[in-house]
C-alpha cells in the first residue's frame, strides 16, 4: 500500500505551519521579554506626579470591587493618587458595591464616584468612551490611567508602569496584561485568542516612531494627561464611534498628534479575567471579531482557514499513523507520525512559554483543536451578525 497523499500533504502542512509560527513567536517574544525589563528597570517616579486612575463601569457588580480595592492597595506607592469610577448608568449593584469599597478601604477617601449620566442624542459615542470622557474632565492626575472594571492592578503594579512613562516621556503606555481564565469556555477558548494575536501584531513596528501603525489594550492605557486632552482623547470622531477605540485612540496619539505611543509587557503590572461564563465570552466575542477585523469576510475566512489548517493538519497526521501503523506497511506511519509529534511539541512548548512569561497558563494545552474550531465558528457567527 502506497503511502496516501493526505497523509504526506497534512504531515507537510502541520510540521511547515508550527515552524513558522514558533520562527515568529521566538522573534516576538524576545523583544517582548526586553520591554518587561526596560519597565522593571525603570528609575522610581518623583513624589510630585499626580496620577488619576479612571475606571469606567457598567453593570460591573461581580468585578468593580476587585479592581476598586487593587487600585487603592497601590496607593502606598503613589503619595499623590485619585481614583475615579464612572458610571455609565448600570442597571445593577456596581454604584453600591464601589460605595461600600469607598467606607471600608483604608484609603477609601481616594475614590470619587461619579455617574457619566445621558449619551448625547445628536452624537455617537460607543462602548466606554462617554463615561471615561466625562470622568476626564474632572480628573486632576499629571497622568491619566484607564482602567477596566475587570482588570486587576499587581502590587507595585502602578508604581512601575508610572515611573516608566514619566522616565520616556511617553505621551501613551499601554501593554498586554496577564490573562486569569476561570470558567471552562475561557480556559480553551482564550490561549487561542492569545496565540493569534502574537500572530498577527508584531510590537516591533507599533513601538516604532517611524511607523504609522499603533496599538493599545483598552483595558489599561496610561495617557499624559496634558498630550491626552490637546488631542480632546475620547472625544475625537473616529474614536469615540469606534468600536476598537484603543486601536484608533493609540492612531490619533502617534501619526496625528505626533506623540509617543508605546505598546509594553504589563504581566507584572495587571491582570484581566475577562468572562465569568461560556454565555458572555460567546456573547462578548461575537460582538467584537467580524468588527476587530474592520467589518472584512476576506480576514476573518483567511485568519479562520489558518486555524484550521494549523490545528487540524497535526489530527489528520494522527489519524493516518494509526491507521497505517495497523495496515500491511506500518513503516509508513513513522511520518504522519513523527508529524504529529512534532507539532504537538510546538504547541505545548509556546503554551508553556507563554505561561512562564505570566500572559496565559498552559492549562488545557492539548484542547487547542477544540478551541479553534470554537473560535471559527464564533468568528463565523460574528460574522454573520455583522452582515445582517
Known sequence: ??????????????????????????????????????????????????????????????????????????????????????DDLSKDKTVEVAEKVKKTHPRGECLKIISAGPRPSNQTWLGKCWAVWQAAQTASGDYLVFLDADVKLKPNGLFKAISFATEKDTDLLSGDVSYSCQCLAEKIIQPLIIMNLVLNNDHRICNDDEQPVASAAGHIMIFKASSYFAMKGHSVKGVRDNVVEDVMIAYYTKCAAKGTVRFYDFTEIAEI?????????????????????DQSVASVVAVSFLNIIAFGAPLVSLYYSVALAMGSTPIYALIPGCSFLYATYKQHRIRCQ???????????????PIGAVALVMMAFYSMFKGIT
Open 273 to 293: 479575567q475577562m468572562y465569568n461564563n461560556t454565555s458572555d465570552l460567546i456573547e462578548g466575542y461575537s460582538k467584537n471579531i467580524f468588527l476587530a477585523f
Open 354 to 368: 507563554l505561561d512562564s512569561d505570566g500572559r496565559i497558563p498552559a492549562s488545557l494545552w492539548w484542547t487547542h
Open 1 to 86: 500500500m502506497p503511502l496516501p497523499l493526505a497523509a504526506i500533504a497534512s504531515s507537510f502542512i502541520g510540521c511547515a505551519s508550527w515552524f513558522g509560527y514558533d520562527s515568529i513567536y521566538r522573534t516576538r517574544r524576545e523583544f517582548w521579554k526586553e520591554t518587561g525589563l526596560q519597565i522593571r528597570k525603570a528609575p522610581a517616579m518623583k513624589n510630585d506626579v499626580k496620577v488619576t486612575v479612571i475606571i469606567p463601569a457598567y453593570n460591573e457588580e461581580e468585578n468593580i470591587e476587585g479592581c476598586v480595592r487593587s487600585v487603592l492597595d497601590n496607593c502606598d506607592e503613589i503619595s499623590d493618587l485619585e481614583v475615579i469610577v464612572s
